[in-house]
């Protein structure tokens, strides 16, 4: 809703002032859409400003409402209606996703790893439609290993090594530069013996630097990594071949760390869907969208993009959970709970290794989980209870302070 | 009233000193026995007269008040060797590790000691948790190994959890212990975490114990007159009994070995005293081998002295009992059984104005009714009222008294379903006395505290002061509630038979003569309206009871959504049009005035206020009981009803789902055999070379066998099982690939096998012939390595292409899922199908039907399983594959994939389940209870943390949101300020709504 002329959206602000009401900023864009949409007079404008305005100050909240504790029912109470059904699919069928209660629970938890991490990728206004782009991106991000460049792979007991040969057609088609995958290899095998296509390109202790080869020539590349001997120990075990077979068919050669897979999809542009995800190493590509691309894991937001971010990300991303399960519940109470996860600055969780254990009070902490730590701590630290939240004073059994016990009545002295 | 006279504003905690224990000790405990043989208390045992009483008849030795008033007094102990409180074990040794094991200084200079002192300082002015940065002084300091004071190289200190700490290989003991803690100066204990206003390191070494006076650990006479100790008391015999042996043996001068074993078990006995599940203690135990509660085990958890009797406390003047329906009660009321009422009272202050009505009360006494139970006189002393002291009380009686009356009618009370999940599971009820045992409540507000008439009991309490009625009947009354916080809807509002019963009323074509219609009209004790002298339509009954001006349209449950919507002159009458108060078009159904969902309900009282909308439910919903009533609604089996046609149009349909499914299981196979072959994972069959196996293998999936005599032949088979078109291209490639395996087996065995780019074959001369002769036995997974198979696969692969695939793997998923995914797709279409055409069978005069399509109760979904089909049963969220090894049921093949062999229940409730289908379903329904247990544990807990975060959070007087402490969370609550519960589904207003009303005037 962002094209509507500041011209209107000025006009519904003045005659607001007029009225004497500050709208929030979506109430006039929405009132500004309304006056385009159902081509208004200015006298009926008017009275819609009027009208609106009897609404909004008829339905304030009212000091002192407890809305802490309305929030955090909204919220937990539709908990007992959702599924436990962990994964679904959601709108991609390639991806599985935590949903239902147990992802409600991981973000209320502010979890620094989640189960089913996922990424969004979208693509600027120069990319979004090319699709060759779009690919080579998405080869860029997905996770490529040796394993999946393979031509043959041999392991050679007899002459105790390990023997690949790349395929270069499938090297071309990952969008790939040889010569970085040579430099992979022999980065990450610097103890071990590697001998490239038959001695033609030799390579002493590893010292491979500055081999290249001319890609296009050669179909097929032969590469033999031997580990070095051990003067230590005795000859090279089978299992070390093995051991060291593995890791060369795991050995990450492209890709994004943390991104597994990665699904190209076309709605009314590409978007790409990711297993995984990493947000700072995808923003610092290419061509990408950096407004809209976005991840699920909410942690990595926070580190990423800060607090602010964090808190939308936990609104957005609790909300997507609930409307998924066809809950409705007020985007307001989320916001609160969203908020008060992130009101110091850092995404603390909610319970005890969070909010709830960082609470000013003793008896409230207590009360809640470690009972006996928090009252031993609080004797030798000599805390004081000031007795200002809600459970210190029914433990003591006075009033609460909120709601209708946040105001006491002065009688005048006649 | 009695006014609050002294309010507690903080409570500060310390550790007690051994000279405050001592002072606050009435008495020294020296014997272990409790009692001597007369029943009486030992002079210094643990049960010694002067710790206070329990026993109304003896008085406190101390204060002198009787027991009952006396609240006890402390005692103490005296260790005869000091030992570690458990819960500072941790602590003490964090400090061991920080300071000097010299001259107990802190290991820090005088510049680190300043800085960390001004930080210290400035955390506590903010009234900021000390613990992240004690925490950061204790890592630090235990990182240096020479004192900054005394030069003394420090040795690491070792703790073997709980409280043994070990320096070097040397076991400290607390007496060493504290003479090093006592050394450590004020300044540094700050640093150290132990406040030095109410604490000093050394008091976390015990050397006296208190003793909690008797009302503490009070004993209990069983039934035998066996007298039976509290836990807490037992251990203090043990603690006593150690003390006074080990202060026996120290003054014998027994050897030190004895004296430290006796040392050590005193220090057990105090641990277990403090904390009985301290670990890496075996926790002390009674006869019975029950583990015995001690001081943590009473104050921790659920069940402990803080969620259990602090934050949750037991009350009088409440009343619980089972609930069941009363459709002719207000949502606002609740009915209340004459025993309750009789015995739950209203305190009723007597003043000149209420006396007479009090005097009535007093005079029926306790057992008639709308009585009396007991009077507090002036003098503050209750009498409970007796038809013999009625008339001495009567008289007496006088303005200033306070009369314990029955509960009556339009009294305020608080009515309570568990789990109280939301604010409305408390309400305040206007109460109605009624017969019989039961609370009675209306239906509506059955939604909000989830409730049913199954066996739901509901606890009801009543409100003591004026102040507490006021408020509830000003904020808690149902009425007030209608409109969930939640999501700015209504919660409130008619469920099943109210909705069945509006819609028969208010149907097309629903007409009733004069007669009729006022019999309904009078059963649901509206005001009669006029004669008409003609039929009258239900829409203009349900008219009644519209506010006069209502204006609004809205599509009901039962639209179909049809394209184009034909607006006022749908054909199913869905299309509802209010003008003027007036029913004009439409059916009234769960979208009008359900709850949840009520359009027609959220209207009303978001414009015409909440007693308006009370109003309207009661009257509708008896209108609608009373329609439904003398229309008729019966409902049974015979409703879900189908065609012979459609019976086996379903039937045809599952069939092809089946058949589907099981060439998705073959196309599955295939791949699988691909895969494997491609893999060179494939085993080769006995006598056949790889592409031979792979051939046959592939023809078995397709159900044919090719015996080695080979009756059937490759060229059979490809002519069965592939179209013409591509019959000519693979038989080209077998041929070739044969042909290329006989070139390779001849280059092989005249050794003029040229290595293929990327193949070693310079294998040693053995390695070779070995390969060769395997090959020629065709006994290829015998072979070490896979060069040479790899080679033969690339070859034929090549060749064969991937002609061969069928199912193919859905990138990023595996074969197995992609069918998985693939079969739940074409079964739930298959379900979905037969139920449409289950569907376009039922009619809208049937009553099972009426009741799905209006929303009153069921669903579409639950028809059709009755009469087409059932569905798949699902476990762990996906298909059934459990059971017996590799298969479900022994009913079945060994890795049968077929939609039966995996619970997809073809038949319908009503045609009745085979065994297998029974058995699959049964386990479906297991599967969803187990998840419903697990469920609302898992919610529960989130609740009671989301809870716990936000309950200080509320909304100050310049509206913004604050905790208690006075953190601002937002400046202003939800970004506008805006109540839920008075928006309009969370809008302010409806702007599109408010402009057609605009318009229309």
Known sequence: MGNIDQEIIDKVIKIAKKKKVDFPESYVDDIAEAYIRRELTDKELETLIVRVKKAYESSKVESGEAIGTVAAQSVGEPGTQMTMKTFHYAGVVELNVTLGLPRLIEIVDARKTISTPTMTIYFDEDHRFDEEFVKKTADEIAKITINDILDDFHVDYVQKNVKIVINQEKVKEKHLEFNDILLKIEKSFKKHIIDIDNNKITSVDGGLTGARIEASSIDNIKITIAPKLDKRTKGIQFRD??????????????????????????????????????????????????????????????????????????????????????????????????????????????????????????????????TGKHLLHASIRGEVDELTGVIENIIIGQPIPVGTGSVGIMMKNK | MKPVLKQISQIAFGLMSPENIREMSVRKIETPDTYDEDGYPIERGLMDPHLGVIDPSLKCKT????????????????????????????????ILQSTCNKCSRILFNENEIETYTAKINEIMKNGESLTKTIKEIYKEAKTRDKCPYCDEEQEGIKIDKPISIMEGGYKLTPSEIRERLEKI??????LLGVNPKVARPEWMILTVLPVPPVTVRPSITLETGERSEDDLTHKLVDILRINQRLIENMEAGAPQLIVEDLWELLQYHVITYFDNEASGIPPARHRSKRPLKTLTQRLKGKEGRFRSNLSGKRVNFSARTVISP??????????????????????VHVNEWNIDEVKKYINNGSDVHPGANYVIRLDERKIRIYDETKEAILEKLEPGYIVERHLKDGDIVLFNRQPSLHRMSMM?????????????LNLCVCPPYNADFDGDEMNMHVFQTDESRAEAKSLMRVQEHIISP??????????????????????????????????????????????????????????????????????????????????????????????????????????GYGSFSGKILDKIVKEYGSDRTRQFLDESTSLAISGIMKVGITTSTHDEDISEEARKEIQKLLNEAEDNVDQLVKDYEIDQLVEAYENGVLEVLPGRNLNETFKTKIMQVHGETRDKSGEK????????????????????????????????VEAYENDELEALPGKSLNETEDNVDQLVEAYENDELEALPGKSLNETFKMKIMEVLGEDYKKLKALPGRSLKETLEMRIMQVLGEARDKSGEIAENNFKMDNHSVIMATTGARASMLNLTQISACVGQQSVRGGRINRGYIERTLPHFRKNELTSKARGFVHSSYKEGLNPSEFYFHAMGGRDGLVDTALRTAQSGYMQRRLVNALQDVSVKDNGMVTDNRGLIIQTMFGEDGIDPAKSDHGKVADLDKIIDEMRVK
């Open chain 1, 241 to 370: 071949i093995r051991l060291l077979a593995d890791k060369i068919r795991n050995l990450q050669i492209s890709g994004v760390k943390d991104v597994n897979k990665v699904i190209i999809r076309k709605d009314d542009q590409w978007v790409l869907n990711t297993e995984g995800s990493n947000l700072s190493a995808v923003l610092k590509k290419e061509g990408i969208d950096k407004e809209r691309t976005t991840t699920n894991h909410i942690h990595e937001i926070y580190t990423v993009l800060g607090v602010e971010a964090a808190r939308n990300a936990i609104i957005k991303e609790t909300v997507d959970t609930l409307n998924e399960q066809g809950l409705s519940v007020d985007i307001r109470h989320i916001m609160l709970v969203a908020d008060m996860m992130t009101a110091d600055g850092t995404a603390k969780s909610i319970g005890r290794h969070g909010i709830s254990g960082n609470k000013s009070s003793v008896l409230s902490r207590a009360a809640f989980e470690e």
């Open chain 2, 63 to 94: 204060c002198g008040s009787k027991g009952g008033e006396c609240q006890g007094h402390f005692g103490s102990i005296e260790l005869s060797r000091p030992v570690i409180h458990v819960g500072f074990g941790d602590t003490v040794y964090k």
């Open chain 2, 185 to 190: 100066t004020n300044e540094d204990s700050l």
């Open chain 2, 326 to 347: 009363d459709p002719n009660i207000s949502i606002n009321e609740v009915g209340v059984p004459e025993t309750i009422a009789k015995e739950v009272t209203v305190p």
């Open chain 2, 428 to 440: 305040a009820h206007e109460v109605k006395i009624l017969p019989y045992k039961t609370f009675r």
């Open chain 2, 486 to 591: 939640r999501f700015g809807g209504p919660i409130i509002g008619a469920i099943h038979d109210h909705i069945s019963g509006a819609y028969l009323l208010t149907r097309k074509g629903s007409t009733f003569t004069e007669e009729q219609a006022f019999q309904i009209i009078r059963k649901a004790k509206m005001t009669i309206p006029k004669r008409k002298n003609r039929d009258w339509d239900g829409k203009e009954l349900f008219s009644l009871l519209l506010p006069d001006k209502i204006n609004m349209q809205y599509k009901a449950e039962i639209c179909k959504n049809c394209d184009p919507c034909l607006g006022k002159k749908c054909h199913y009458d869905a299309y509802v049009v209010i003008e003027d108060g007036e029913l004009i078009t439409g059916a009234i159904d769960e979208k």
């Open chain 2, 713 to 744: 032949t490759e060229n059979d088979f490809i002519m069965e099982n592939y179209p013409e078109r591509e019959r000519e291209g693979i038989q080209d490639h077998l041929n070739k690939a044969d042909e290329n395996v006989d070139q390779l």
